[in-house]
């Protein structure tokens, strides 16, 4: 293994980028569900730093390295990859796939995981169009989020839609793939709130996180 321990994967490589503010229960399961429907061999968790074009998260870097250590211990298919947290990193997209993609080869097919809302308003991403070179996009519904994607991106969707059921894995980027989820009506952003109310979280975080977040007294202003 390399350093993000990816080198020697034989099968496809899920990549899940995330503020993860904390990570939570969709974005284990949008990693599960890579790994049992589309039959990745492993998923690349990337926490994503603070680039000046998004809002700061709201706890730092080090405390959602540590909750996603908490969250992921124990799966030795997930692997935490730190690059997009390294001082001077764009934190575009298509910078870390090409960093990935130069590590790993041109061959191996890379899936980019992502909730229906960030796949909706994709074409505001950086150089969106080169990411179809560098990796496949997964597709995973987000209740609320029922907003049509736009025209540009329903378009390229439709086109790379990958009817033929898996053909997508002869290939090393390029297909839009749907994956059903059942839906999960929950975000960072309001757990955080729930946080500070001091609700049972239980159904939504892992118990480590929860015992995390309650030791470091995260999230108590939001
Ligand atoms: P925030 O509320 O702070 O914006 P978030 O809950 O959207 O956070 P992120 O870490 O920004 O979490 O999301 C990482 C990825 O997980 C994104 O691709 C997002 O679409 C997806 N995701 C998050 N929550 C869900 C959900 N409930 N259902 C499906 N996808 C989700």
Redesign the pocket.
Known sequence: MNEHGAAGTAGPIGI??????P?????L??AQLALDVLRVTQVLWIP?GRPGYRDA??AGAAHRVAMLRLALAGEPRYTIDERELAPGASGYTVDTLAALRAELGAQLPLVL???????AKLDGWHRWRDLFALAHIAV????G?DLPPSPAVAEEGAARGDRANGAWRRHAAGAVIRVE?P??????????ERVAQDEDLSAWLPAPVIDYIARHGLYQDS
């Open positions: 899940l980028g995330g503020t993860f503010d990570v939570h229960a969709a974005h399961r949008i994503t998260p709201v995981l992502m909730g229906d809302d960030q796949f995973f519904a987000r209740p989020e989820m839906p999960l009506a929950v975000s960072a952003t309001d757990l955080r």
